[in-house]
């Protein structure tokens, strides 16, 4: 429950907003007298205060100003009559969130603390992910979603047995990185882990890379050369977009994985080899199979366990710490002194559909710090396609009624808008009196 802390001399004003916000669900303390609002606050910790700006001994200028002090992160509220709406204004400029003025109506009150509330919870959450994000260390794979937490129990379970393992996931999901969790996890932490991008080589030349070569057995073979599979001994051995290898390759390979022998290239000697592998693909390998384009025995021979890495929509709920997670990075690689986002920000990189997933999202959170030039990411620093607005708006939701859909509207527009029903209703295409019609039937505070 949120604790609201109102300080009022006027005993009718006090219990007035006490009763509304009670309603509401709110835990409220009523103080009629500032020098007791600054012992509380020193005390006891609140979510909002609401303050009158004048009152004797001790006003609301001054609870505002210890407030900022003792929780800096919680919004001030004044409570103004017409003749001190300038100062209120000029309060704001010292760090109040907002004001209200006398005579206010009730359901503006609502309003106004509940974005006060919605505010201190967004930096409340902002401070927890930063925190997290120092727990981990830099070759973590960052996430705490359901199917995450899943892939990493399987991963713990799979990672000390010395077996093959084939991960499947969308370029960009973090193959490599899942691939250096098993090998940290493994009775070969101690080895060497050798990543392989298959793709990236041509056939002669991944098969001498992998299984190496005797000197003379081709053009430009000077010396003797191990392979990768030799030089990794004890060790894993990653080979990534294992899927584009040829069909005479996977012969070969899969002679590797059932004897644990390699034939250098221009040789006629096996040489024993002990070598962990880990294979992953970025296409569904069963459908290769089944459409001719990769061995069956191979698959089955890799295939022994499979771990699958979610794409980045398919685990939104991730996005914020992982974006966090870049930023405690990037800011301290460019010297800045960046330590959140705006919610309007968050918002955006959740509704995104993210083609390139956690890379692209590396990329723009890069870019962001980059161009930023206050102290939290704005929506001014981020690329062209999460701030013109080409993102897919209902790609983190599900089915839904014509009327829940409206709600969902109406209130993103105006948790994108602070709250301000003029613009909100403006961006809406429809009048003030529609919209607070709405926010009435719809109960959107």
Same mark, same amino acid.
């Not at 001790?58 to 003792?70: C, M, N, T």
């Not at 800096?72 to 103004?80: G, I, N």
């Given at each position: 429950?949120?604790?609201?802390?109102?300080?009022?001399?006027?005993l009718?004003?006090?219990?007035?907003?006490?009763?509304?916000?009670t309603?509401?669900?709110?835990?409220?303390?009523l103080?009629g007298?500032?020098r007791?609002?600054?012992l509380?606050?020193k005390e @006891?910790?609140?979510?909002?205060?609401?303050?009158?700006?004048k009152?004797?001994f001790?006003?609301?200028?001054?609870?505002?100003?210890?407030?900022?002090?003792?929780q800096?992160?919680?919004?001030?509220?004044?409570?103004?009559a017409?003749?001190?709406?300038?100062?209120?204004?000029? %309060?704001?400029?010292?760090?109040?969130y907002?004001?209200l003025?006398?005579?206010f !109506?009730?359901e503006?009150?609502?309003?106004?603390?509940?974005?006060?509330?919605?505010?201190?919870?967004?930096?409340?959450?902002?401070?927890?992910?930063?925190?997290?994000? @120092? @727990? $981990?260390?830099?070759d973590?794979?960052?996430?705490?979603?359901?199917?995450?937490?899943?892939?990493?129990e399987l991963?713990?379970k799979v990672?000390?047995?010395?077996?093959?393992?084939?991960?499947?996931?969308?370029t960009g999901?973090g @193959?490599?990185?899942?691939?250096?969790?098993i090998?940290?996890?493994?009775?070969?932490?101690?080895?060497?882990?050798?990543?392989?991008?298959?793709?990236?080589?041509?056939?002669?030349?991944?098969?001498?890379?992998?299984?190496?070569?005797?000197?003379?057995?081709?053009?430009?073979?000077?010396?003797?050369?191990k392979?990768?599979?030799?030089a990794?001994?004890?060790?894993?051995?990653?080979?990534?977009?294992?899927n584009?290898?040829?069909?005479a390759?996977?012969?070969?390979?899969l002679?590797?994985?059932?004897?644990?022998?390699?034939m250098?290239?221009?040789?006629?000697?096996?040489?024993?080899?002990?070598v962990?592998?880990?294979?992953?693909?970025?296409?569904?390998?069963?459908?290769?199979? %089944?459409a001719?384009?990769?061995?069956?025995?191979?698959?089955?021979?890799?295939?022994?366990?499979t771990?699958?890495?979610?794409?980045?929509?398919?685990?939104?709920?991730?996005?914020?710490?992982?974006?966090?997670?870049?930023l405690?990075?990037?800011?301290?690689?460019?010297?800045?002194?960046?330590?959140?986002?705006?919610?309007?920000?968050?918002?955006?990189?959740?509704?995104?559909?993210?083609?390139g997933n956690?890379?692209?999202?590396?990329?723009?959170?890069?870019?962001?710090?980059? $161009?930023?030039?206050?102290?939290?990411?704005?929506?001014?620093?981020?690329?062209?396609?999460?701030?013109?607005?080409?993102?897919?708006p209902?790609?983190?939701?599900?089915?839904?009624?014509l009327?829940?859909?409206?709600k969902f509207?109406?209130?993103?527009?105006?948790? $994108?808008? !602070?709250?301000?029903?003029a613009?909100?209703?403006?961006?809406?295409?429809?009048?003030?009196?529609?919209?607070?019609?709405?926010?009435?039937?719809?109960?959107?505070?």
């Open positions: 429950m949120f604790e609201i802390l109102v300080v009022d001399d006027d009718r004003m006090r219990q007035l907003i006490g009763e509304i916000l309603e509401e669900g709110y835990d409220v303390s103080v007298d500032g007791e609002a600054l509380l606050l @006891k910790e609140f979510d909002v205060v609401i303050t009158d700006l009152m004797p001790v006003d609301g200028i001054e609870i505002l100003a210890f407030a900022r002090k003792v800096p992160d919680c919004p001030v509220v004044l409570v103004t017409n003749g001190t709406v300038e100062s209120a204004i000029a %309060a704001m400029k010292n760090g109040a907002d004001y003025q006398k005579p !109506d009730p503006e009150l609502e309003l106004l603390v509940a974005r006060a509330v919605e505010r201190r919870w967004l930096v409340h959450e902002n401070k927890k992910l930063a925190e997290e994000v @120092k @727990k $981990l260390s830099g973590d794979f960052v996430g705490a979603s359901r199917v995450i937490t899943e892939m990493k991963v713990e990672a000390p047995l010395d077996t093959t393992v084939l991960i499947q996931g969308e999901t @193959k490599e990185l899942v691939a250096k969790m090998h940290r996890r493994s009775r070969r932490a101690k080895g060497v882990f050798l990543p392989v991008h298959c793709g990236a080589l041509a056939e002669t030349l991944l098969e001498s890379e992998l299984f190496g070569h005797e000197a003379g057995s081709f053009t430009g073979a000077q010396v003797e050369k392979g990768l599979f030799e990794a001994a004890a060790g894993t051995i990653f080979l990534d977009e294992i584009s290898t040829s069909p390759f996977q012969v070969k390979l002679r590797v994985l059932q004897e644990n022998m390699v250098r290239v221009g040789s006629a000697r096996p040489i024993s080899i002990d962990r592998v880990v294979a992953a693909t970025n296409v569904d390998l069963g459908k290769e199979v %089944a001719g384009r990769f061995r069956q025995d191979l698959y089955y021979r890799l295939n022994v366990v771990v699958g890495i979610p794409s980045l929509k398919e685990r939104r709920d991730d996005i914020p710490l992982i974006a966090y997670h870049f405690s990075r990037f800011a301290g690689k460019f010297g800045k002194e960046i330590a959140s986002f705006s919610p309007p920000v968050i918002e955006r990189l959740m509704a995104y559909v993210w083609p956690v890379r692209e999202l590396e990329n723009v959170v890069e870019r962001a710090v980059i $161009l930023e030039a206050g102290k939290e990411i704005s929506l001014k620093s981020l690329v062209d396609e999460l701030k013109d607005g080409s993102i897919d209902f790609s983190c939701i599900g089915l839904m009624r009327d829940e859909m409206e509207l109406i209130a993103r527009t105006l948790r $994108l808008l !602070d709250g301000q029903k613009k909100a209703a403006e961006a809406l295409g429809i009048d003030g009196t529609t919209l607070w019609r709405k926010m009435k039937k719809y109960c959107i505070e």
